[in-house]
T-cell receptor
Framework: DAGVTQSPTHLIKTRGQQVTLRCSPK?????VSWYQQALGQGPQFIFQ???????QRGNFPDRFSGHQFPNYSSELNVNALLLGDSALYLC???????????????FGSGTRLTVV | AQKVTQAQTEISVVEKEDVTLDCVYE???????LFWYKQPPSGELVFLIR??????QNEISGRYSWNFQKSTSSFNFTITASQVVDSAVYFC???????????????FGKGTHLIIQP
């Protein structure tokens, strides 16, 4: 039973560029959440998708956008990259709210994004 | 707004010692869930436990135990007879109850880096 799969594992981009990160949820899960984890910090919630719609967004600018596909996989797009966007980006899958929090969230290993 | 505080940035103990990781949370909801995750150097967050706000019973799982006290808004995690493999960053997280059209993003603390020395 595959867990959450994220790609790529590492990425280096130049300031001002755009990046797309991908996530495949755990089998049986249809809800995907994205988190940003800066070095030495806890993960911060970016947004959550289910039924192919953004359902909740954390305190992140519009440069961060996402998409969910009919097969429940998801993409995170970041435009006009800043040096401060360098972080580990984690994807978590779950059942949709409110069931999700009762059964927990499964996290992937993340994508390490470095902006230079 | 919800908030999770893990005041201990780093803890270092010798193997076989007991260690407690503190977690204090803030929420205005009466229904919420608390979580502990372990993050090894590989980066993946490994689920350890989930607790809902209506269940204050302490839980023990092998060498791990959790003490949930609503009166002090704390959800502390104790490792008994620590082992080198326990070395990791541990995160406490909170999710408030679903209401209306809301979703259920987690609010994490800053984590505690636990170092178990042989």
């Amino acid at each position: 039973d595959a867990g959450v799969t994220q790609s790529p594992t590492h990425l280096i981009k130049t300031r001002g560029q755009q990046v797309t990160l991908r996530c495949s949820p755990k089998s049986g899960h249809d809800t995907v959440s994205w988190y940003q984890q800066a070095l030495g910090q806890g993960p911060q919630f970016i947004f959550q998708y289910y039924e192919e719609e953004e359902r909740q967004r954390g305190n992140f600018p519009d440069r961060f956008s996402g998409h969910q596909f009919p097969n429940y996989s998801s993409e995170l797009n970041v435009n006009a990259l800043l040096l401060g966007d360098s972080a580990l980006y984690l994807c978590a899958s779950s059942f949709p709210p409110p069931t999700g929090r009762r059964y927990g969230y499964t996290f992937g290993s993340g994508t390490r994004l470095t902006v230079v | 707004a919800q908030k999770v505080t893990q005041a201990q940035t780093e803890i270092s103990v010798v193997e076989k010692e007991d260690v407690t990781l503190d977690c204090v949370y803030e929420t205005r909801d009466t229904t919420y869930y608390l979580f502990w995750y372990k993050q090894p150097p590989s980066g993946e967050l490994v689920f350890l436990i989930r607790r809902n706000s209506f269940d204050e019973q302490n839980e023990i799982s092998g060498r791990y135990s959790w003490n949930f006290q609503k009166s002090t808004s704390s959800f502390n995690f104790t490792i008994t007879a620590s082992q080198v493999v326990d070395s990791a960053v541990y995160f406490c997280a909170l999710s408030e109850a679903y209401s209306g059209g809301g979703a259920d993003g987690l609010t994490f603390g800053k984590g505690t880096h636990l170092i178990i020395q042989p």
